[in-house]
């Protein structure tokens, strides 16, 4: 049931290297100074979304023996400020260069248009077309159907809830899957929902207090399975659920296996898993084997780019929840349920 996820052993505590140095790969095909990647909203440390995207910088490092450099965002940035930085990995000869988040989407088109011989990756935006851009994508919506199912079969009070860190499009993704999920093992289930932050300026994927706050409340109103989509926030909603003794649902990586969240693992039943660290790899390695991926590069749960993380044993302990995840992800797959995306 596992996505072939990136690990995350190492994420968020490894020290990237900054080397600009040229270094070739071993079939001498790459000429470039290393990966560029920039982070999203809530930066390296987050144990999810942005370390997932480190985790491929540092598997490709490994294999393909060439130096990456990664840069974090500042608090209040704007998008000139993301132009700059995109720029300075682009000058500094990095290839490619990634732009971790939705965010980077406006500095990535206009930064791609001036170096037309590097490749540029964006991450959760489909909207940057240009010959030399890959709009790294994801079906969200499935994977968060599967985290639906496993709430509402693993749910005793047939009451769960859902966290997002933002009120935008792409997190109404997995709202939309999630409910979907949830509603087709029981149809009455109660769900509580609720976004931290209207925009991402205000901290909705980087306050893990505001998680913790929006978990105590839905706790309090009786939901006790929680899945949060929020970045860092979601750190809060997690802590929250272990000490109250309730579900909590992770995203985008393995939560459970996470070092950071080590004393809540017990309580996280399984995450709903975004192959980012997958994605950014494949990206480096089209571009290290001469072939650069471009256009749309959409991961679903037929090519393993999302799915659920089944590693709790409490979780592989519950026959009817693993039984009932199963048949959700055969049934989507095969095309016999399409999940809605808002």
Request: charged share 20%; glycine share 12%.
């Amino acid at each position: 049931m596992t996505v072939a996820v990136v690990a995350l052993a190492a994420a968020g505590c490894g020290k990237s290297s900054t080397d600009s140095k040229a270094s070739d790969t071993e079939s001498g095909t790459y000429t470039g100074k290393g990966i560029g990647l920039a982070y999203d909203i809530g930066g390296k440390g987050d144990q999810s979304f942005n370390d997932a995207a480190y985790a491929g910088l540092q598997k490709a490092e490994k294999e393909f023996k060439i130096s990456g450099q990664d840069i974090e965002p500042q608090d209040g940035e704007s998008d000139a400020d993301k132009v700059q930085r995109l720029t300075q990995l682009a000058q500094s000869g990095h290839n490619p260069v990634i732009g971790v988040g939705f965010v980077y989407g406006p500095a990535v088109k206009e930064v791609a248009a001036k170096f037309p011989n590097i490749t540029f990756g964006i991450i959760d935006d489909d909207n940057v077309k240009a010959a030399n851009v890959a709009d790294l994508v994801f079906h969200e919506e499935q994977a968060s159907y599967l985290a639906g199912v496993a709430a509402a079969k693993a749910s005793k009070k047939a009451h769960i809830g859902f966290i997002g860190g933002v009120d935008i499009p792409l997190i109404h993704k997995f709202q939309a899957g999630y409910v979907q999920g949830a509603k087709s093992v029981n149809p009455n289930i109660k769900i509580e929902s609720q976004y931290l932050t209207e925009t991402p300026q205000e901290g909705g994927f980087s306050s893990p207090d505001k998680g913790k706050d929006a978990a105590s409340g839905q706790i309090e109103a009786g939901a006790d399975v929680l899945y949060h989509a929020a970045g860092l926030s979601g750190q809060g909603v997690i802590s929250e659920a272990a000490a109250k003794k309730v579900w909590a649902i992770g995203v985008d990586s393995d939560q459970y296996s996470q070092s950071s969240l080590a004393a809540y693992k017990d309580y996280i039943l399984g995450s709903a898993l975004k192959n980012v660290g997958g994605a950014v790899y494949d990206l480096v390695k089209s571009v290290v084997d001469g072939k650069p991926l471009s256009g749309v590069v959409r991961g679903s749960l037929s090519n393993d780019g999302v799915g659920f993380a089944d590693t709790n044993p409490k979780y592989k302990a519950m026959p009817d929840v693993v039984a009932a995840v199963d048949k959700a992800k055969k049934a989507i797959v095969d095309g016999m349920v399409t999940v809605k995306s808002d």
